[in-house]
C-alpha cells in the first residue's frame, strides 16, 4: 500500500474502491479553451501517471489535451495501492466560499508553526485553514450537477494497520454527497460527481491532520501512558514510536473516524451549495512548464534533492515513525549514495543530511529534480497546482503573493480568488517556511530542495502570471520532460503462480455461511468463500461483492464492495497449495428495509496451465427484522 512507507502494510481487501473523478471547464464560446482537473483517490499525483493520461488523451481527442490544460491531482490518502510512483523511494515500502468546517483538521506540527513571526500569526485566527472552497456546477436549467470543493487534511484517518483499500475522508466526502445527491444510485454510477481535492484557500495539506483529538502516548505500564505526546518533539518516554494521534471516532474504529471527517466536508460542501454563492465568469486559461531544481541560475531552488536524518522529524499525525526514518531504520541500512558537497550542506542547513538522493540513480533516480508547475484559471477563480504539500502558513504565503500579482498585473481585478491544490503532476515531497525549516520537525526535513524552497516557487509562479490572462498567447520557456522510468522501474510483487481449491470443494463454495435467525441494524452478516486471488481480475468499474435483496420475484443489487458498509477481505491460507478464501461483510445500516437478502461474490481464478476463468459464489438467503 501507498502513503504509511510501511512494509508488512500490504493490502488484502477492500474497504471502499480507488476512483477517479473529473471536472471539465470550457469557455462557452470558444470550447478549444479549457482545463481538465482530474481527482484521483491516489496519495499524490506523479509524472509516469500524468505522462500516460495524456498520451491517451491526445490518442482519443487530438489537439485539445496538453500539458498546460490537464492537472492530476491527488487526494493524498493513506490507504490505497502502491506501485504507480516512478522514483525510486516512494515505491521501496509500496510492494462558494465560506469559513465551515471547523472540526476536520488540525496541525500537526504546532511547534513549527509557532516559530513564525508573530505579527503574521495575529493575522489568522487559526493555525489551520478551515474554509471550504468551492465551485458548484450547474446545467442549462440551474440543476446542480456536481462540483470542485478545496479543503486541506491529510488522508490519514485509516492508520497503517489497516489493510483494506480505501479512500479515506477524501473518499468518504465524496461518497456522501454523491449517494446524497441520487440515494437510488450505486456507487460510481451517480451523475452528480463530487471532486473533494486536497487544498484549500490558503494551504495544502503539508501540517494538516484529520487526528482532531491530538496525540497520546498509548504505552502500557508506562507513568506517560495516556498523557499527551510532549510538545516539541511529539515523544514518549524520549522516543515516538507510541506517538499516536487520534480522530474524533477513535473509541469506535479509525473506520468510524473516517466518516466523521469525510462527513465534516461533505456538510461544509452541502452548506456552501445551499448557500449564497458568487457567480464566476470569464476566461478559461492554463499554463504549464517544467522546472528542474538544482539549476545554479536560481538561486532559491538551487538544492537538488537530499533527505535528512529524521532525529527530530516527527509529527502527530501517524501511530509510529514516518516515512524515511522507516525506510532508513529497516528497509535500506546500507544503501550508499554520493557524499552531498560542502555547497549542498550550506544550502540545505541546518538539514542533517543522510542521503544525496538529487544525485542517485541507481537502479534509476531516486527521487525527482523535475517538477511540474501549473496555473488554471476559470474567471476570476484560479488554482495553483503545486507539486509538493505546502504547510498552511507557506499555503498563505504563496496564495497572497500571487494572487497580488495577478491584480499588479492586471490579470484580474479584486475579485480574484486563489486556491492551492495538490500534490499534483509530480511529487516533490514538503514545502515549509524557512522558519518552519529551522525547527526540522517532519516537513521541514521532509523539505528536499532546502529552507528558500516556498520562495523559489513564489518566483516560478509569479512569471507565470500573464500566460493565464485573457489575451495571453504562447508558453513560457520550459525544461525537458522528465524521464520515462517506467520501463526501468522494478517490481518487487511476485507474479499470481496459480489458485487452487481445497481437496473436495470449488471455487466460490461457502466455507462459512450466514446465521439463520433474523439481523437487525449494526449487526454485521459475514460469510466465507473458497476464494482465489484478487489480482487475477480488479474488476474495475464491478465488484467483487453485491447484496441483493429479493423484491417483486427477482434479487435487486443493493450493495457493492463500493459502499463503505461493506468489506471484502482476501486471504491466503496456503502459497504452496494455493489456496485462499474471501469473507464478505455487510454492516446494515440504519434506515434498511426489512425483506429477504443474499451475499454474491465474484472471482476469478488462474490454473497452473491454462487461462483465468471466472466463478460466482451465493450465500444462504438471511431476513432482516
Known amino acids: 500500500m501507498m502513503g504509511y512507507a510501511y512494509l508488512p502494510q500490504t493490502d488484502t481487501g477492500l474497504h471502499m474502491r480507488q476512483r477517479a473523478r473529473a471536472a471539465i471547464i470550457a469557455e462557452s464560446a470558444n470550447s478549444s479553451n479549457r482545463i481538465v482537473f482530474l481527482n484521483i483517490d491516489a496519495a499524490m499525483g506523479d509524472s509516469g501517471i500524468r505522462r500516460g493520461i495524456l498520451a491517451a488523451l491526445q490518442q482519443k481527442f487530438p489537439g485539445v489535451y496538453n500539458e498546460n490544460n490537464v492537472a492530476v491531482v491527488g487526494t493524498h490518502q493513506h490507504s490505497g495501492v502502491g506501485g504507480y510512483l516512478e522514483n525510486l523511494l516512494p515505491q521501496l515500502t509500496s510492494l462558494g466560499f465560506v469559513n465551515t468546517v471547523l472540526n476536520a483538521n488540525i496541525n500537526r506540527s504546532p511547534s513549527a508553526y509557532l516559530n513564525n513571526p508573530a505579527e503574521e500569526r495575529a493575522r489568522y485566527e487559526f493555525d489551520q485553514d478551515k474554509t471550504l472552497s468551492l465551485l458548484r456546477f450547474d446545467d442549462t436549467f440551474g440543476k446542480a450537477r456536481g462540483f470542485l470543493g478545496f479543503f486541506a487534511v491529510h488522508g490519514t484517518s485509516i492508520y497503517e494497520n489497516n489493510t483494506l483499500v480505501s479512500g479515506d475522508n477524501k473518499g468518504m466526502a465524496a461518497y456522501l454527497a454523491e449517494s446524497a445527491a441520487e440515494p437510488s444510485s450505486l456507487p460510481g454510477q451517480t451523475e452528480f460527481v463530487a471532486l473533494f481535492s486536497q487544498g484549500s484557500q490558503t ?71 445551499n448557500g449564497q454563492r458568487i457567480p464566476v465568469s470569464g476566461s478559461v486559461r492554463s499554463v504549464h512548464q517544467i522546472f528542474i531544481c538544482g539549476r545554479d541560475d536560481v538561486s532559491r531552488l538551487s538544492s537538488p534533492p537530499l533527505n535528512a536524518f529524521l532525529n527530530y522529524a516527527v509529527t502527530v499525525q501517524e501511530p509510529s515513525t514516518l516515512f524515511k526514518e522507516r525506510i532508513l ?52 477563480f484560479v488554482i495553483l497546482v503545486v507539486p509538493g504539500e505546502f504547510t498552511t502558513m507557506s499555503g498563505r504565503r ?3 503573493a500571487i494572487r497580488a ?21 509530480t511529487y516533490g515531497h514538503y514545502v515549509t517556511t524557512i522558519e518552519e525549516y529551522a525547527i526540522q520537525r517532519y516537513e521541514g526535513a521532509s523539505t528536499l530542495f532546502g529552507p528558500h524552497t516556498l520562495e523559489g516557487y513564489i518566483d516560478i509562479y509569479s512569471k507565470l502570471t500573464g500566460f493565464i490572462a485573457d489575451n495571453a498567447s504562447g508558453s513560457p520557456p520550459s525544461a525537458p520532460a522528465p524521464p520515462d522510468l517506467t520501463k526501468k522501474a522494478m517490481s518487487l510483487q511476485s507474479p499470481v503462480i496459480f489458485d487452487a481449491a481445497p481437496f473436495g470443494k470449488g471455487f466460490g463454495q461457502v466455507l462459512s455461511d450466514v446465521q439463520s435467525q433474523p439481523y437487525s441494524v449494526n449487526q454485521t452478516v459475514s460469510v466465507q468463500f473458497v476464494g482465489a486471488n484478487p489480482r487475477n481480475n480488479l474488476r474495475l468499474e464491478g465488484t467483487f461483492l453485491t447484496v441483493e435483496q429479493f423484491v417483486n420475484n427477482e434479487w435487486v443489487v443493493v450493495r457493492t464492495d463500493s459502499h463503505p458498509s461493506t468489506t471484502y477481505q482476501w486471504l491466503k491460507t496456503s502459497t504452496i497449495m494455493g489456496t485462499s478464501a474471501v469473507t464478505l461483510n455487510w454492516t446494515i445500516e440504519a434506515g434498511t428495509s426489512s425483506g429477504s437478502y443474499r451475499i454474491q461474490y465474484f472471482g476469478d481464478s488462474k490454473p497452473l496451465i491454462g487461462s483465468i476463468s471466472s466463478f460466482t459464489g451465493t450465500s444462504g438467503v438471511f431476513t432482516i427484522a
Open 405 to 425: 500579482k495577478l491584480i499588479a498585473d492586471g490579470v484580474l481585478d479584486n475579485s480574484a480568488y486563489v486556491v492551492i491544490a495538490g500534490p499534483a503532476n
Open 203 to 273: 494551504s495544502s495539506v503539508g501540517d494538516t491532520s484529520p487526528n482532531t483529538l491530538g496525540a497520546f502516548c498509548e504505552s502500557p505500564g508506562q507513568p506517560w501512558d495516556g498523557q499527551p505526546c510532549t510538545f516539541n518533539t511529539s515523544t514518549c518516554g524520549g522516543t515516538a514510536q507510541d506517538c499516536h494521534g487520534r480522530g474524533p471516532g477513535f473509541r469506535v474504529s479509525d473506520f468510524y473516524s473516517n466518516y466523521l471527517i469525510g462527513l465534516a466536508q461533505f456538510e461544509g460542501a452541502q452548506t456552501v451549495m
Open 329 to 380: 531504520q529497516r528497509h535500506i541500512k546500507g544503501a550508499v549514495t554520493p557524499s552531498p558537497s560542502a555547497a549542498q550542506v550550506a544550502c540545505q542547513f541546518p538539514k542533517p543530511i543522510l542521503l544525496n538522493t538529487g544525485f542517485a540513480d541507481t537502479p534509476y533516480l531516486w527521487s525527482p529534480s523535475a517538477v511540474h508547475i501549473q496555473m488554471l484559471r476559470v474567471g476570476q
Open 398 to 400: 504563496i496564495r497572497e
